[in-house]
């Protein structure tokens, strides 16, 4: 497509204001002001008819897949190849998914003569997480004389693929993850004999009798005992419910404004959703067991079994998780607690630390929750986590200043109450429920998970 320059509006005001009047009010200068006319008319044509040619050759090329954090600056390789390879500048422009905010709307390029390919870097700072597409790239090159802008579009497909933004939680766990001296989340030494069978041996005089291997020691005709080892790997699994519950706002907590910095982060990661805040929080309780040696699974789920990934360890493994999750949207349905359980009772039969990260302040949720949870606990240990809803807690927290903020605090405090409730009911059949904040889940999480590591829970 051909559009005018801003030289080529001066030149008109130039020759054909004057001249036109010119022949208009003399009419013995009318065939020389006509000459002039037609003459720049006939240059401006000739010149709008080579723009064209001047992006001949020209190709641009964007990385098929490129990777990024949300709310971190994002470098796109853009290659421009000038298969002419003569010096010539060009305008670029990409189209980009409105989550990939760009700095600027277009930039200006120098292609240098005898170089056929060129490159330079875009950037763009992603808002969203998700994986979005950008289809095509335009690129404008002035006509030879400059009054024409001659521009196409040029397609270059390009993936790029947004990931969460762990930047503030791992800058938050920081300690945990140094191993110097006694500070950090290292190998530390297990106490107790552990579950682990490991082998036999003769039987010692003080062993107990629990210990002793009575089909072996018939066997032989002497008494011989078992010895246990501490487990060394087990198996993590975090369960994130994906459903509508999911996709309320993970508002914050009024102590959470005195420990935000006045001057906020560059690379500012808070969520706008509680599955956002799930998502950070899974992947970064990853890591924690993969420095651990342990192994870390993953299931979503919502009225379905969206995704499971059985636990096991590596790089590439926890690559495969973050792919898993990073595409992961909440889905307007209820969640199936029943289906749910009956999923992990058939594929899930070694015992197992699982964290679920999910909703529980619906009545009728928590009711369907704890009748399936009656299948799983005496197998697996199980951690039910769950963000404070805005307004939950007792009554005489903060002063009440209205009587109408005076019932909305009584309501909190009822839903405060009941969630209380729950916890005990669980606690009861030896499942754990926490009420966390949505600024310090992850970190809450890794200190659960430390614990129960220390205390030899599993």
């Given at each position: 497509?051909?559009?005018?320059?801003?030289?080529?509006?001066?030149?008109?005001?130039?020759?054909?204001?004057?001249?036109?009047?010119?022949?208009?009010?003399?009419?013995?200068?009318?065939?020389?002001?006509?000459?002039?006319?037609v003459l720049f008319l006939v240059m401006a044509a000739i010149d709008a008819l080579f723009a064209p040619r001047r992006?001949?050759?020209?190709?641009?090329?964007?990385?098929?897949?490129?990777?990024?954090?949300?709310?971190?600056?994002?470098?796109l390789l853009v290659r421009i190849r000038n298969e002419r390879q003569m010096a010539t500048t060009l305008r670029i422009a990409l189209e980009t998914p409105a989550a990939l905010q760009s700095r600027a709307e277009e930039t200006s390029v120098v292609l240098p003569a005898n170089n056929e390919?060129?490159?330079?870097?875009?950037?763009?700072?992603?808002?969203?997480?998700?994986?979005?597409?950008?289809?095509?790239a335009r690129a404008e090159t002035p006509s030879p004389f400059g009054l024409w802008g001659f521009w196409k579009?040029?397609?270059?497909?390009?993936?790029?693929?947004?990931?969460?933004?762990?930047?503030?939680?791992?800058?938050?766990?920081?300690?945990?993850?140094?191993?110097?001296?006694?500070?950090?989340?290292?190998?530390q030494r297990m106490v107790g004999k552990g579950r682990?069978?490991?082998?036999?041996?003769?039987?010692?005089?003080?062993?107990?009798?629990?210990?002793?291997?009575?089909?072996?020691?018939?066997?032989?005709?002497?008494?011989?005992?078992?010895i246990f080892q501490i487990e060394?790997?087990?198996?993590?699994?975090?369960?994130?419910?994906?459903?509508?519950?999911?996709?309320?706002?993970?508002?914050?907590?009024?102590?959470?404004?005195?420990?935000?910095?006045?001057?906020p982060s560059t690379f500012d990661t808070r969520p706008s959703t509680s599955l956002e805040r799930f998502i950070t929080a899974a992947l970064v309780l990853g890591l924690a067991a993969e420095h651990q040696g342990d192994l870390f699974g993953l299931l979503t789920f919502s009225d379905k079994i969206e995704t499971f990934i059985r636990a096991r360890n590596g790089k590439a493994h926890y690559h495969a998780c973050r792919d898993a999750l990073y595409t992961l949207q909440p889905r307007e349905v209820t969640p199936d607690f029943e289906e749910l359980s009956t999923f992990i009772r058939l594929r899930m039969r070694r015992r197992a630390l699982f964290f679920f990260l999910t909703s529980l302040d619906d009545p009728v949720l928590a009711e369907s929750f704890?009748?399936?949870?009656?299948?799983?606990?005496?197998?697996?240990?199980?951690?039910?986590?769950?963000?404070?809803?805005?307004?939950?807690?007792?009554?005489?927290?903060?002063?009440?200043?209205?009587?109408g903020e005076l019932y909305e605090k009584l309501g909190g405090h009822m839903r405060w109450q009941n969630l209380r409730e729950l916890e005990k009911v669980l606690h009861r059949r030896g499942v754990r429920m926490s009420?966390?904040?949505?600024?310090?889940?992850?970190?809450?999480?890794?200190?659960q998970y430390v614990n129960v590591k220390q205390r030899q829970l599993l």
């Amino acid at each position: 497509m051909i559009v005018p320059h801003t030289r080529l509006l001066v030149w008109s005001a130039i020759v054909l204001l004057p001249f036109g009047t010119l022949a208009g009010m003399d009419t013995g200068a009318r065939p020389f002001a006509a000459g002039v006319v037609v003459l720049f008319l006939v240059m401006a044509a000739i010149d709008a008819l080579f723009a064209p040619r001047r992006l001949r050759g020209i190709s641009i090329e964007l990385p098929e897949v490129t990777r990024a954090s949300k709310d971190r600056e994002l470098k796109l390789l853009v290659r421009i190849r000038n298969e002419r390879q003569m010096a010539t500048t060009l305008r670029i422009a990409l189209e980009t998914p409105a989550a990939l905010q760009s700095r600027a709307e277009e930039t200006s390029v120098v292609l240098p003569a005898n170089n056929e390919w060129s490159q330079f870097d875009w950037s763009l700072v992603p808002n969203e997480r998700g994986r979005f597409t950008i289809r095509s790239a335009r690129a404008e090159t002035p006509s030879p004389f400059g009054l024409w802008g001659f521009w196409k579009s040029f397609d270059a497909l390009s993936e790029v693929r947004v990931y969460p933004n762990l930047f503030r939680e791992r800058r938050n766990l920081a300690a945990l993850f140094l191993n110097r001296g006694a500070l950090g989340l290292h190998a530390q030494r297990m106490v107790g004999k552990g579950r682990d069978f490991e082998k036999l041996r003769d039987y010692i005089p003080g062993d107990s009798y629990d210990e002793v291997h009575w089909k072996a020691t018939a066997k032989r005709g002497q008494p011989v005992t078992k010895i246990f080892q501490i487990e060394r790997t087990q198996e993590i699994y975090v369960i994130i419910d994906a459903s509508r519950l999911s996709a309320r706002p993970a508002s914050r907590t009024p102590n959470a404004e005195s420990r935000t910095p006045e001057k906020p982060s560059t690379f500012d990661t808070r969520p706008s959703t509680s599955l956002e805040r799930f998502i950070t929080a899974a992947l970064v309780l990853g890591l924690a067991a993969e420095h651990q040696g342990d192994l870390f699974g993953l299931l979503t789920f919502s009225d379905k079994i969206e995704t499971f990934i059985r636990a096991r360890n590596g790089k590439a493994h926890y690559h495969a998780c973050r792919d898993a999750l990073y595409t992961l949207q909440p889905r307007e349905v209820t969640p199936d607690f029943e289906e749910l359980s009956t999923f992990i009772r058939l594929r899930m039969r070694r015992r197992a630390l699982f964290f679920f990260l999910t909703s529980l302040d619906d009545p009728v949720l928590a009711e369907s929750f704890v009748r399936n949870m009656d299948l799983l606990c005496r197998q697996h240990l199980i951690l039910v986590n769950m963000l404070q809803p805005p307004g939950t807690q007792p009554l005489f927290s903060n002063a009440v200043e209205t009587e109408g903020e005076l019932y909305e605090k009584l309501g909190g405090h009822m839903r405060w109450q009941n969630l209380r409730e729950l916890e005990k009911v669980l606690h009861r059949r030896g499942v754990r429920m926490s009420l966390l904040e949505s600024e310090r889940l992850a970190v809450d999480l890794v200190s659960q998970y430390v614990n129960v590591k220390q205390r030899q829970l599993l």
